[in-house]
Each structure stands twice: as C-alpha cells, then as structure tokens.
C-alpha cells in the first residue's frame, strides 16, 4: 500500500508547505470501525481529493477534519495547529475551514447576498458588505444578487454555496461530493469552473467524491480509499495507468483483466498474444499473473490478429466504446474513433498495444 505518509513535523522543506496533516487517524460510529489508521498530507494551494465507493470513509475522513467527528488515534494538524487527537477536538467554527455540502445546504428564506453573508457574522457590517461584493463577482452571481435559492439554476445555487463557503476567507476549503445533484453536463463544466476558480486563487481544497470524472477534474492528487484506508494516493495519470493493486485497477476507469504467464522478465504471454513491458516486471518468469488491458489499448486494425464481434456499442461522440467477443470467449472493451462505425454483430480485426503493462498476482485461476 502507498500510505500518504506526512512528513515530520518541523520538515524545513520549502517546497512543500503542508496546510493539512492528517496523521495516522482512525474513527469509530460505536464499535464499528469506519476509518483506520490514515495518513494524508495537503500543501497549500493544492486540491485533493478522496475516491472511493460508498461506505468507504471518505465522508469520515471530511468530518473529521472539519471538526464535527473525533478521532479515537492519531492527531489531525491545520496550518502546523493540532486540532484533533484522542479525546480533543477544536470546534469547527474555530478551525478556519469552509465547507460545501452534497445538497448545497442553502438557507431558502435567505437571498444569495443574505446566504453569503451569514457565515460572516464577526465581521463589520463594511467588511461583510465588501466581502459579499467580491465574492458575488468573483462567482458571475452579482446580478442573482437579490434572487431566493429556488429562483435559481443548479449550477447557480452551486456557486452560492461555494461562495458562501469562501466568503470568511477560510484556510481550507472541504467539498463533500459537490457536483452529485447536477447533471452529467453541467457537473463536468462546473468542476473545470470550480478547480479553475481555487487554482487561481491559491485555495486549499480536499473534496471527496465516489465520481472519478470529479476527482480527475479537481484533484492534482486523488487518494483512493477502500474499507477506511487510503490504498493509493497518486496523481490522476498514474492511478489510470499504474494502478497499485487490482481494487484501484477495477475502480478507476473501465478494462479487462486478461491472464497470462511471464515468459521472460518483460514479457506476458496471453491468449491474445504476447504483451512486452519496457521494463523488467519483477516477477519469476513462469509466474501466472492477469493483465490489465484498457479499452485504448484496443487498437482497430484491419491487418490486427485478433478476430473479435461487436457485442455492444456505447456512441460517445468522438469516440465509440465496443464491447468485444474474440473467438476464444475473451471479452474486450474498446475505444477506437467514431469513424470506425461497427454494427452489433460485425468482425473487427484487433490488436493489442499496451503502453504500460499492468500486471498483478492471478488472483485465481478462472479470473
Ligand atoms: P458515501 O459515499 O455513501 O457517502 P462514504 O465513503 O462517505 O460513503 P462514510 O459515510 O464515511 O462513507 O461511512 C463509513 C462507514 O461508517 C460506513 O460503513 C457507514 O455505514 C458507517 N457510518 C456512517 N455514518 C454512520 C453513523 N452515523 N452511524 C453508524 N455508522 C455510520
């Protein structure tokens, strides 16, 4: 497991200036654990998030570091200030952090001014009518200004709540899946909005998500979680193509496993043909593994030796997504351009091209 390890406290590294250490915490509802012995550490101006299925922490992990769920061990740190540790907890509104719910949490009675404004009760009267004008610009909403949270699209109230959440100047902005109640469109152009919007204004962020279309929009980091634990923290890039192990392999991105043997140090032989790597793969030649092929490893070729039929075809614009049968009952998914039409039921020739082999332990032998 690649555990987010913080660094010691004290680390004079310039580089990396963490904001947000999470150290080695674990959280309980009763007995049941929900949350074991994680560690993850955020720089300033960087955003993270946490992936995963449901049930498996994330949401946890969130209240936590917002204050509102103790931690039974480990010590939760914010800008080098303990916050969290067995038995102690600063109170939310004392952490200096800024949250955005699922469902946007706005007041319906209040206006969009009126709900910026509330999380800014200390400041002056000047002050709080300052910051609300700037945020209001900040976000396109100065002219909805006056307008109630129903009289508003989502992507709107969506940007209410984060401009509310941003208003006090928080030092860390968390998002708990944000975007889930908009539509497949609008959640992809509000995450590039939104990462666009933190990036330039150098705002801390972890947000969690069980979306990898989210994550991968916002995240210069994504940790990927399963049963309470972080069981990859990676970039983007690297969670698709070097999955650590068969669970970050499986959620992230669609694919096929395919078995095969080792039959030298960067060789797997397949029952499609023999896959090379450009490096040695660090198993015993004979070794009986699974591969991993995704569907851009698929590559249409009239002259490929892999004989296939169209099973099922998802158009996606650009691309097509097919859903093969070769002939030996191996199914394959892959995207080839949309200008290679097939019809359910149609041979297409294939071949395999695979950038980075992924290759773990067969786990057994009818995978
Ligand atoms: P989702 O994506 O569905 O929101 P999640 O990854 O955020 O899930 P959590 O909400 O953190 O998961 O829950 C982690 C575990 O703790 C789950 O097994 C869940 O059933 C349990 N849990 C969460 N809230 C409570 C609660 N209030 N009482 C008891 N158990 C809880």
Redesign the pocket.
Known sequence: MDSPQAPPRGSSSVAARPLLQVQNIS?N??L????FDLSLTVNRGEQVC?L????????????AIAGFHPVLTGGIFINDQQVSAAGAMVPPEARRVGMVF?DHALFPHLSVQQNVASGLRQFSARDRKEAVADMLERMGLTRHAKRYPHELSGGQQQRVALARALAPRPLLLLM??PFSNLDQELRERMGQEVSDMLKESDITCVM???DQNDAFALGDKVGV?ED?AIVQWDTPYNLYHRPQNHFVADFIGNGIFLTGELCSANRVTTPLGNLDSGTALGWVVGSQVEVLIRPDDVIYDPQGPVKAQVMRRAFKGAEIMYTLRTSSQITLLALFPSHANFEIGDEVSVRLEVDHLVVFARESESA
């Open positions: 959280c509802y009763e049941e654990r929900a949350v946490l995963g299925p449901s049930g498996c922490g994330k949401t946890t992990v969130l209240r699922q708990d899946e969690v998500t069980h979680m309470g």
